[in-house]
């Protein structure tokens, strides 16, 4: 399994204001993924993370909105732009093609309320 | 797009009971994966099934694939305190570029009263 951890774990935001998100495994992994989890909702696919490219965004999701790099196979940040309070919510990384090839592990989670 | 209907949306036993929750796609699964959720936390990952008729164990927890691969349940036996939290099942969504894109169930929410 991998060990990865979130930066910040929780932070308060003022709408119009963007926070970056960061995401950090304990090995190389062959796919990082941002998903988001809306209060009392499941978790939605955001994007996944290429390595030394741009990031591939699911339907509803945009580069402008949530601009994404990752410049190794360690690591990734996830920025939160120009944000209202309906971006308040639950961000989690997760990785896969470590270890058993086909498992994936999330990290804690970055909790944004957005005021 | 791959839906995954969990079943019950609760459920709340006492201590020692067993208990099963269930995942039903409507198309056919590739990868299915539970998970456990702490309320406001990350995903704790508990298995991973991807064979028709698959089924694993991790201490009391149990988890199976139906042979068609459209079903799986995740049973816990003698329910203990430290079950209680949010179960979550996930499947890749189909297509052959999309490995690792989950689509997850509603989540069932677990409480065991001691």
């Known amino acids: 399994s991998a060990v990865i951890s979130q930066k910040p774990s929780r932070d308060i935001c003022q709408r119009g204001t963007s926070l970056t998100i960061q995401c950090q495994v304990d090995s190389q992994v062959t796919m990082m993924f941002w998903y988001r989890q809306q209060p009392g909702q499941s978790l939605t696919l955001i994007a996944t993370a290429n390595q030394g490219s741009e990031a591939t965004y699911e339907s509803g999701f945009v580069i402008d909105k949530f601009p994404i790099s990752r410049p190794n196979l360690t690591f990734s940040t996830l920025t939160v732009s120009n944000m209202s309070p309906e971006d308040s919510s639950i961000y989690l990384c997760?990785?896969?093609?470590?270890?058993?090839?086909?498992?994936?592990?999330f990290g804690p989670g970055t909790r944004l309320t957005v005021t | 797009s791959q839906e995954l209907e969990q079943s019950p949306q609760s459920l709340i036993v006492q201590e020692g009971k067993n208990l099963t929750i269930n995942c039903t796609s409507s198309?056919?699964?590739?990868?299915l994966y539970w998970y456990k959720q702490k309320y406001g936390e990350g995903l704790i990952f508990l298995m991973m099934l991807q064979k028709g008729g698959e089924e694993k164990s991790h201490e009391k927890i149990t988890a199976k694939l139906d042979e068609k691969k459209q079903q799986s349940s995740l049973h816990i036996t003698a329910s203990q305190p430290s079950h209680a939290g949010i179960y979550l099942c996930g499947a890749d969504i189909p297509g052959g570029t999309s490995y690792g894109k989950l689509t997850f169930g509603q989540g069932t929410i677990l409480t065991v009263h001691p």
């Open positions: 198309k056919t699964l590739y990868g």
């Open positions: 997760s990785v896969a093609g470590t270890g058993n090839y086909y498992e994936q592990y």
